[in-house]
């Protein structure tokens, strides 16, 4: 039998989804805390991101926030519509508002205001 080693990945309390339009309105019309995440698997700087979010959502204070990852390569007109410039974008919400930005920065600090932001 072959175990499987699952503690070696930090746990994530935070849902990461694929954006989806839907469910982003419903739950900003539900005033969820929202991570939107213009993401592209090439990208060093967005993987140094992903390391960083998953230690930071690992908490439990970030229980309820929704992440939704926006794909660079196949999403563009998307990625657009949010403003974004470049891939590493992360744009925090709480409901319908806009609480935070930032692009192409993967300080541990810096990412950690921004999701202090979705929290009210």
């Known amino acids: 039998m072959i175990a499987i080693a699952a503690a070696a990945a930090p746990a994530q309390a935070a849902t990461l989804k694929a954006f989806d339009q839907k469910a982003f309105a419903a739950a900003q019309a539900a005033g969820k805390p929202i991570l939107v995440e213009v993401h592209a698997p090439w990208c060093p700087v967005c993987r140094a991101q992903g390391k960083v979010l998953a230690k930071l959502t690992a908490n439990a ?3 309820n926030l929704i992440i939704f990852r926006i ?3 196949t999403q563009k007109a ?3 519509r949010f403003g974004a410039q470049k891939q590493s974008t992360l744009i925090a919400f709480r409901g319908e ?3 935070d930005r930032l692009s192409y920065q993967s300080d541990e600090r810096r990412i950690a205001a921004l999701l202090a932001a979705t929290r009210g």
């Open 61 to 63: 204070a970030f229980d």
């Open 71 to 73: 794909d660079y390569d």
């Open 78 to 80: 998307l990625w657009q």
């Open 97 to 99: 508002r806009e609480t």
